[in-house]
């Protein structure tokens, strides 16, 4: 069974930056597309940023295009989001996301992680 830990997430300052981390485990990591979304209080739950298995395929949403940055690290099974000149509108839940495909991932992905919070104070 597939597993999705993230790690990272705290409290930053407005403009500050911050790292969230994301190990798979059970399943072979660099077969897996990965992703992270977010949702913040009150709102559904919205697509970040997307890798394909071998580092290509990268696709970010509008909201973080240059401030945000995914890589991954196919010998560590471990994906990143690399979070620049934060805002108080990027206060939310990250959750990391696996599928086989970037297509799918970036809508319905097969597997979960349980969510890291990540808070911009202003």
């Known amino acids: 069974q597939v597993q999705l830990v993230e790690s990272g997430g705290g409290l930053v300052q407005a403009g500050g930056s911050l790292r969230l981390s994301c190990v798979v485990s059970?399943?072979?990591?660099?077969?897996?597309?990965m992703g992270w979304f977010r949702q913040a209080p009150g709102k559904e739950r919205e697509f970040v940023a997307a890798i394909g298995w071998s580092g290509g395929s990268i696709n970010y949403a509008d909201s973080v295009k240059g401030r945000f940055t995914i890589s991954r690290n196919n010998a560590k099974n471990t994906v990143y989001l690399q979070m620049s000149s934060l805002k108080s509108e990027d206060t939310a839940v990250y959750y990391c996301a696996a599928d086989k495909t970037v297509v799918v991932l970036t809508t319905t992905p097969a597997y979960w992680g349980q969510g890291t919070q990540v808070t911009v104070s202003s």
């Open positions: 059970g399943g072979t990591f660099s077969s897996y597309a």
